[in-house]
T-cell receptor, first 115, second 113 residues
Framework: GAGVSQSPSNKVTEKGKDVELRCDPISGHTALYWYRQSLGQGLEFLIYFQGNSAPDKSGLPSDRFSAERTGGSVSTLTIQRTQQEDSAVYLC?????????????FGPGTRLTVT | AQSVSQHNHHVILSEAASLELGCNYSYGGTVNLFWYVQYPGQHLQLLLKYFSGDPLVKGIKGFEAEFIKSKFSFNLRKPSVQWSDTAEYFCAVNGYGNNRLAFGKGNQVVVIP
């Protein structure tokens, strides 16, 4: 079946602009995660959605970052007033339940470059 | 907070050599442990995982890992690597009841034919 998809695959933006990154999880998966992979920092957790529960936003690095998940499926990560340090690969993952032992399936990522 | 350490970020070895990648974590409670692999141009995918039971777990492609609770370690091994094992390997942990994964910074492994 189809895996996690993300769009765009690459995004180049000017410093100060807003960007939106999209994630389509695997159909039927109730849990959705955003991570960031940047040089020297490895993979960092950003935010987690589970069903209709309030999201765990504890990994968002600043208030310029926000995310929403509509209808329990597609998610959008928005970065406002982008800065050069926001350049990274943004990864989305989904899993089939809220049990933490469920495997997380990762998408291909969106490479964001802020010039 | 959970944290994961991986050493020897860049590893270069010849085909048929043995591979061992170290992973140490810090977390006081029950943990679940994972190794993910990212082949060139591909998604992150799960290599193996440990939740409970036998501390020696076997994954795909001949990889195995051993959980040593007293050393807070979950080292990855493969007795004989192939060129196709060239990839970046990430160790990850989540604590009991905590869904987020904490990742190490990864090991870039290059296997020379």
């Amino acid at each position: 079946g189809a895996g996690v998809s993300q769009s765009p695959s690459n995004k180049v933006t000017e410093k100060g602009k807003d960007v939106e990154l999209r994630c389509d999880p695997i159909s039927g998966h109730t849990a959705l995660y955003w991570y960031r992979q940047s040089l020297g920092q490895g993979l960092e957790f950003l935010i987690y959605f589970q069903g209709n529960s309030a999201p765990d936003k504890s990994g968002l690095p600043s208030d310029r970052f926000s995310a929403e998940r509509t209808g329990g499926s597609v998610s959008t990560l928005t970065i406002q007033r982008t800065q050069q340090e926001d350049s990274a690969v943004y990864l989305c993952a989904s899993s089939s339940g809220q049990d933490y032992t469920y495997e997380q399936y990762f998408g291909p990522g969106t490479r964001l470059t802020v010039t | 907070a959970q944290s994961v350490s991986q050493h020897n970020h860049h590893v270069i070895l010849s085909e048929a050599a043995s591979l061992e990648l170290g992973c140490n974590y810090s977390y006081g409670g029950t943990v679940n442990l994972f190794w993910y692999v990212q082949y060139p141009g591909q998604h992150l995918q799960l290599l193996l995982k440990y939740f409970s039971g036998d501390p020696l777990v076997k994954g795909i492609k001949g990889f195995e890992a051993e959980f040593i609770k007293s050393k807070f370690s979950f080292n990855l091994r493969k007795p004989s690597v192939q060129w196709s094992d060239t990839a970046e390997y990430f160790c990850a942990v989540n604590g009991y009841g905590n869904n987020r994964l904490a990742f190490g910074k990864g090991n870039q492994v290059v296997v020379i034919p």
